[in-house]
């Protein structure tokens, strides 16, 4: 089992729809990461979280400590949405530098 | 304020052959990380380094690769001798300091193709 889960794999959804995606992970972590990697490969970290709730934009990102899952949620969604979401965790041990990764959510949003 | 910069974007290398890529970081960051994706595949950590320091190399094949990051200068991922399994995209990453809980900012990578 992984120590990063994402869910869904895989997502299509309309545009204006409300997207939802899920990251449970099963190590101590001091910090969560939510980037963003659009088809041409360039990666943006769009949160880092240790608790609580993060907004920037149509983005929203939550963070349950005690049930070790985070949400990333997109309102009124819109094609140039369409990216891979990755989620990774920053262990809280001693290697804490090292980021151990979801494997990512594809969302295509349809105009 | 530029961000970090990777270059190539692009590099086409034949089987044996060197490739060397570039990651100059965010101006004031002295931390660096080198990330593998392989095709489908999620990041995987190859290596840390601050300045002329490697502090982590654990994601690193034994052989054939070797990172640096100078006082002066990019950091540098040498792969030597590349065979056709070292066809990924190379991205770095960089923070400003110890990076229990930084941000990290991300070049747009090296997409190595081995023919």
């Not at chain 2, 060397?20 to 990041?43: F, T």
Request: hydrophobic fraction near 35%; proline fraction near 5%; glycine fraction near 8%.
């Amino acid at each position: 089992k992984n120590e990063v889960e994402q869910s869904p794999q895989n997502l299509t959804a309309q545009e204006g729809e409300f997207i939802t995606i899920n990251c449970s992970y099963s190590v101590g972590i001091s910090a969560l990461h939510w980037l963003q990697q659009h088809p041409g490969g360039g990666i943006v970290s769009l949160f880092m979280l240790s608790s609580g709730k993060k907004k920037h934009g149509r983005l929203i990102a939550t963070i349950n400590i005690q049930e070790k899952h985070s949400s990333l949620h997109i309102t009124a969604s819109h094609p140039r949405d369409s990216a891979v979401y990755i989620c990774a965790v920053r262990s809280g041990g001693d290697s804490n530098y090292q980021l151990i990764w979801g494997a990512g959510t594809k969302l295509i949003i349809k105009p | 304020n530029a961000g970090v910069m990777q270059n190539p974007r692009h590099l086409v290398r034949r089987r044996g052959q060197e490739a060397r890529l570039r990651c100059s970081p965010m101006k004031g960051h002295s931390h660096v990380y080198w990330y593998r994706q392989l095709p489908e595949e999620g990041l995987k950590f190859m290596v840390y380094l601050q300045k002329e320091n490697i502090i982590d190399e654990s994601g690193m094949p034994k052989e054939r690769f070797s990172a640096e990051f100078p006082k002066e200068g990019p950091s540098i991922l040498r792969i030597q001798q590349v065979v056709r399994g070292d066809s990924a995209a190379y991205f770095c990453a960089s923070s400003p300091a110890h990076p229990t809980n930084e941000k990290l900012f991300f070049g747009s990578g090296t997409q190595l193709s081995v023919l």
